[in-house]
């Protein structure tokens, strides 16, 4: 379903019913670009329990506190460094998540009890609407319960969480960027230290663009690395998605190189296991003939999009949908080793993590 570039006038009413559910301590889903976030009032300790319970994630793990202008950062920090200032203003509303300095009053709820918090503009007309109707933070994690695959459509959140612990879900079509935010650290900038800046998770908000904008090298994650965990397990920064079984279907996942797809597809049809594929290539096209249509015994054969930006949109939903089907086995093939690739297979390489 296509995102309405703008809120129509009838739904305002909608917005105020969400905005009043928040300030009774109840909790809305709405959309964003990335992902549904499950949203609760930032300043209400007893609507972030909530949120915990509901997702079902520990309570020492922080949120990211959603926001709708720029004024906004002084509320939740003690002071915002000039280059977290520049990607701010360039990317939001955008896939950006920004760790700052803490302000004294922001609950510990919020942020795990760290001297940080985290904060994002997303950029979705529905977000934005409910964001101002409210005026205050939203504390928002993706709408899944934890470690499960995040929502990138209404139905999907609707699929995990029941009326009694999501008072309404915002209904905003399927999310444009379909993967979670890039997350940049500043917590340990002090001015004119460029290098203490990192990217704690890869999104769709590219490294490259980042330095860009900054005009320096910054310490960011490879996806054939671990170092979003290594980093956060030396700071003892609690980043819930460097957890490496996060973001995962139910049923177990291999990543194949496209060399050994055939082969590996071939097995599986061989001993009548129940499987899906997500691949770049039609399954008759196997070069030595055996992946045609009558030997494959694929349950769903997904042609996945050559272009990273579609990839990253349809993947979650992709997953949800072969997740559905209740096979012994998904099968991906191997996305490039490029920069514009990095957080799909970062997600990837998490979802695969399970077995
Ligand atoms: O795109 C997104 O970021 C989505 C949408 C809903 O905005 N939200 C999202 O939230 O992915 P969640 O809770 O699933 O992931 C937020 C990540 C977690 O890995 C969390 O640990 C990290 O942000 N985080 C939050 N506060 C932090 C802090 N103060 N320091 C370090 N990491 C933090
Ligand atoms: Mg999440």
């Known amino acids: 379903m296509q995102v309405a570039a703008t809120v129509p006038e009838h739904s305002h009413s ?11 301590g109840l909790l809305v889903a709405f959309p964003t670009e990335t992902v549904y976030g499950l949203g609760a009032d930032a300043g209400n300790a007893a609507a972030i329990k909530r949120l915990y319970a509901a997702k079902g994630r520990p309570s020492n793990h922080p949120v990211i506190v959603h926001i709708y202008c720029l004024e906004q950062l002084t509320e939740f920090t003690r002071h ?5 200032l520049t990607l701010a203003q360039k990317y939001w509303p955008g896939p950006l998540t920004l760790i700052l300095p803490r302000a004294a009053h922001v609950l ?3 942020t795990g009890g760290q001297d940080t918090v985290a904060l994002r503009i997303p950029d979705h007309p529905v977000a934005l609407a409910l964001l101002r109707e409210f005026k205050k933070g939203v504390a928002a994690p993706s709408a899944n319960r934890f470690g499960k695959l995040s929502p990138t459509t209404a139905a999907d959140v609707r699929s995990q969480f029941g009326e009694h612990e999501v008072a309404m879900v915002l209904d905003g079509g399927s999310c444009s960027v379909g993967l979670e935010s890039t997350i ?3 917590s340990g900038f002090q001015s004119g230290e460029h290098c203490a800046v990192r990217i704690l998770r890869p999104g769709m908000l590219l490294k490259r663009q980042i330095e860009e904008t900054l005009q320096v090298k910054i310490n960011g994650v490879k996806a054939t690395e671990t170092t979003e965990t290594t980093d956060a397990q030396r700071t003892k920064v609690r980043v819930p998605g460097s957890l490496r079984s996060h973001y995962a279907p139910s049923t177990p996942l291999k990543i194949v190189s496209l060399e050994a797809l055939d082969t590996y597809v071939a097995a599986l049809s061989a001993k009548s296991a129940r499987f899906s594929v997500i691949s770049f290539h039609k399954a008759e096209s196997g070069t030595d003939g055996c992946l045609t249509e009558n030997s494959t015994t694929a349950l769903e054969w997904i042609v996945a999009d050559n272009d990273p930006y579609g990839y990253a949109r349809d993947l979650y939903g992709c997953l949800h949908r072969l997740d559905g089907l209740r096979g012994d086995i998904i099968v991906v093939e191997q996305v490039p080793d490029a920069p514009e690739w990095t957080a799909i297979a970062d997600r990837l390489q998490r979802a695969a993590a399970i077995i």
Do not use: K, N, S
Not at 14 to 24: C, I, N, Q, S, Y
């Open 80 to 84: 915002v460094p000039e280059p977290a």
């Open 108 to 110: 510990d709820e919020i």
């Open 14 to 24: 909608v917005f105020a019913r969400a905005a009043h559910a928040l300030h009774e």
């Open 184 to 186: 940049v650290d500043f």
